[in-house]
């Protein structure tokens, strides 16, 4: 196949200024994105009057420090138009609680995820990577893996919490309703941010509950149906307590946060893969050393440019693109008062962009990830996994499936932008490619 040449990695239209200011951009494109203008990317922090109340953004790693670690207690509350957007799906579950609630979860959940323990899951990570490889090596040439991928994260978060009696189509059928739900939710969620009154988003928040109804039904299924609990549903029992509800929740909550992070990171790294020739060939040289089978928890430390890759991918499109919290109490952030209930956010697509942190900040260099440049890099400038005490706790069990992922899929397949395909980044809940991702898959080597 003739060489194709490298790509930029595709980005909204950054208009020049917030004319209309950031409010009118995103009531006429609805897509917070392309909604920032220029001095976005240069600002340390900036602050907009919503018609409620004030919305700053914090875009300095100083200052996002000391929002997200030092003052945690002011400001670990998830906003309200996130737990509105999240609710109808994983209830009031540890992701958008705070207080005594979450502490009480975080400390149940998360110690079953542990980088100490990772091998637990890698079975499941080697199960869901080979299936989506048989699926993807039965289509045509030309595919959409966003949904393969998507259906395939969902698998290992079933399989971690329901074991190995829950079957690839469930999966499949989780995922596809997380979509559909996403795309109904992200208007209400754009709702409460602009402060609008609900009633504007009453029809699709019909749609979304629906949606959520069908979602929360299959993970109740799913539940009933366990024998023998997992290391992870003892985890979850143990953080629900005794309602079956706050089960339910976390139990969704678990498959939303685990499945559609890791889907997202893995499409927009297999495009930048596919659009540079130089990174791709030092990947497959790491992948083609590993020995044959499987690759197991162990065996991933032998792929450190790999991972340098998914950094760089997660900086140019950071899966979670905005973090967001409602100040519990007043205070005061640099020169600005801060009433109670405001919003303050950090936005990693801007922080990860920024000219005085990254140098050609659109461009993809997974080189900017080597332990030397690593560490000349300033804390806080990527947030890929937020920070603070709310942190991601599944951080180390994404990053391990992500690249086990990436070695079955690019053992497989050699691959290749689909010809006059260009993926559109569109913040949801997460930031996806808005008319999914289309690929050219073709078969390598027989295994
Ligand atoms: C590429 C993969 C992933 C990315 C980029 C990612 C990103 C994030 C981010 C940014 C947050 C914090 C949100 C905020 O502060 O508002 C978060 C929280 C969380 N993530 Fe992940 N995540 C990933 C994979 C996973 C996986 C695989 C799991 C579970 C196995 C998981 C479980 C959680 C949980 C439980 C929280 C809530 C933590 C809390 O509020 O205390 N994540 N994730």
Redesign the pocket.
Known sequence: MAEVPDQPPPMPRIPKRAAAGLLGLLRARGDILSAFPEEAYRREVFTLRLPRRLLLVANHPDVVRDI?VLRHETYQA?STS?VRALEPVIGDS??INHGAV?EQR?AA??PA?HIAGLAAFETHFATAAEELADTLASGQAAVEIGAPLAAATAR??ML?LFGERSQPAEAAALAARFTLYQRSAEHLDLMGLLGLPAWLGAGQGRTARGHAAALRAMVGEALAAVDTPTAVMEALRAAAGDSAEALVNEAS??LL???E??A??LTWTLWLLATHAAPRALVLAEIDRLPPGAPDVAMLAALPYTRMVLYEA?RLY???PV???EALAPGRIRRWDVPKGSLVLAV?WLIHRHSAWWEAPHSFRPERFSPEAARLQPKFTW?????????????A???A??LTFLAALLRRFTIAPAPGFVPRPRARLTLRPADGMRLVLTHRRTH
Do not use: D, H, Q, Y
């Open positions: 997200f998830k996130m540890l992701f979450w975080r959940i998360a995820l290992v978060m971690a909550m678990m946060a685990g499945s992070t890791a997202n990171a997660m950071p899966p979670v973090l967001s919290r990693p947030l890929p996994f937020g920070l603070g005490p709310r942190v991601c706790a599944g951080a069990f994404g990053m499936e992500m």
